[in-house]
């Protein structure tokens, strides 16, 4: 579906976008219309954020051709993961954000990742994502999203870095990369900033997933350790579903001992 289909399902009306693809919306980096959310078609950021923590996984899905990836967020869900973050390094993104978003509705949390920019963050909530991840702290993308309404998990490492983009207004801190500093240092951060919602990502794998999560993740950001490059490769779909259930046992049985 294209990004203008989805005003036309809109409850609301703009008439200078019929037959208009993505590229009108921008003039010299200036969108020509407000972005505009049918409420048929989006989710409120407390339902988004609400299943995010409960399923606990956030499914990063990076490829060198987006084609297959439909059919990766679909074996992801068959195993229980719902949050499904498609990243701006797949070649056209916002065109596989869409197809995603029309194929799985809101059986899923779709979102967008590697969102270094307030254009990106634009292309990628028309094209249906619900939240949106950077690996750095961009104030800008910040305001944007919750202008908006959006949720946004900018990337941090220093605890200076967390209570910016907590300050700011970020609804969840992405700490990365965590493989550089594992569950040790997530529960230092956790120690002196509870308040702050931390997601882990990089390092996150089956072996220390429990543990991320004993140290005070809410969720956990998994990428290549869930969706295996190989298994996408191959069309190894049953592969990543076993990988996904998997992790949501795990989450299940780790907070089960609190």
């Given at each position: 579906m294209r990004l203008v289909d989805r005003f036309r399902r809109s409850s609301y009306s703009v008439a200078c976008v019929e037959s208009t693809p993505i590229g009108a919306f921008f003039g010299n980096g200036a969108p020509l219309i407000p972005l505009i959310y049918s409420k048929e078609l989006s989710m409120t950021k407390d339902t988004t954020l609400s299943r995010m923590t409960n399923s606990?996984?956030?499914?990063?899905?990076?490829?060198?051709n987006g084609d297959i990836l439909g059919d990766v967020a679909e074996a992801l869900l068959a195993g229980g993961v719902e949050a499904i973050e498609i990243t701006f390094t797949v070649p056209g993104a916002h065109r596989v954000l869409e197809q995603v978003a029309d194929r799985l509705g809101d059986r899923i949390l779709l979102g967008a990742g590697t969102v270094l920019d307030t254009e990106t963050a634009r292309v990628a909530l028309l094209a249906g994502a619900e939240f949106v991840v950077s690996p750095v702290v961009n104030l800008d993308v910040i305001r944007l999203c919750r202008r908006?309404?959006?949720?946004?998990?900018?990337?941090?490492?220093?605890?200076?870095?967390?209570?910016?983009?907590?300050?700011?207004?970020?609804?969840?801190?992405?700490?990365?990369?965590?493989?550089?500093?594992?569950?040790?240092?997530?529960?230092?951060?956790?120690?002196p900033l509870p308040q702050v919602q931390l997601m882990p990502t990089g390092g996150v794998?089956?072996?220390?997933?429990?543990?991320?999560?004993?140290?005070?993740?809410?969720?956990?950001g998994i990428g290549g350790s869930l969706v295996e490059s190989k298994a996408v490769a191959a069309g190894d779909m049953q592969r990543i579903e076993s990988l996904a259930r998997q992790y949501v046992d795990i989450i299940k049985k780790t907070r089960a001992e609190r």
């Open positions: 606990g996984v956030v499914a990063v899905l990076r490829a060198p908006y309404d959006k949720a946004v998990m900018p990337g941090a490492l220093t605890p200076t870095e967390v209570l910016t983009a907590w300050e700011a207004g970020a609804d969840i801190v992405k700490v990365f990369p965590s493989d550089l500093t594992g569950p040790k240092y997530l529960k230092a951060l956790h120690g794998n089956l072996d220390t997933a429990a543990d991320f999560l004993r140290a005070g993740a809410c969720a956990l």
